[in-house]
């Protein structure tokens, strides 16, 4: 069982920067991808980043691609959004999410295929 905490959010103004970790909790974290979704208010809820355990590869929403990257750090449990260059548009609760087991239909930019959920930080971006 893993539990999912995320922080580094905050306020910003628009082409700064800000770090967001999600560390995970329990014996051992080895899961089959790791995502980052946000949701503003009104919204639904919006795919950003994924991250395929397995081999590393990494995917971005077209909307964060080139400001993004996503990273992790295995000794530590723990995955990293950097964000760079960010704009007003960018203001959300940021999620971090994990799929534990193989699906061989998963789609990592839909929120319905994760099955663990950390409890938000907010990401503020003024103009």
């Known amino acids: 069982q893993v539990q999912l905490v995320e922080s580094g959010g905050g306020l910003v103004q628009a082409g700064g920067f800000l770090k967001l970790s999600c560390a995970a909790s329990?014996?051992?974290?080895?899961?089959?991808?790791m995502g980052w979704f946000r949701q503003a208010p009104g919204k639904e809820r919006e795919f950003v980043s994924a991250?395929?355990?397995?081999?590393?590869?990494?995917y971005y929403a077209d909307s964060v691609k080139g400001r993004f990257t996503l990273s992790r750090d295995n000794a530590k449990n723990t995955v990293y959004l950097q964000m760079n260059s960010l704009k007003p548009e960018d203001t959300a609760v940021y999620y971090c999410?994990?799929?534990?087991?193989?699906?061989?239909?998963?789609?990592?930019?839909?929120?319905?295929?994760?099955?663990?959920w950390g409890q938000g930080t907010q990401v503020t971006v003024s103009s």
């Open positions: 991250i395929r355990w397995s081999d590393s590869s990494t």
């Open positions: 999410a994990a799929r534990l087991t193989y699906y061989s239909r998963f789609s990592y930019y839909n929120p319905s295929h994760y099955g663990y």
């Open positions: 329990g014996r051992t974290f080895s899961p089959y991808y």
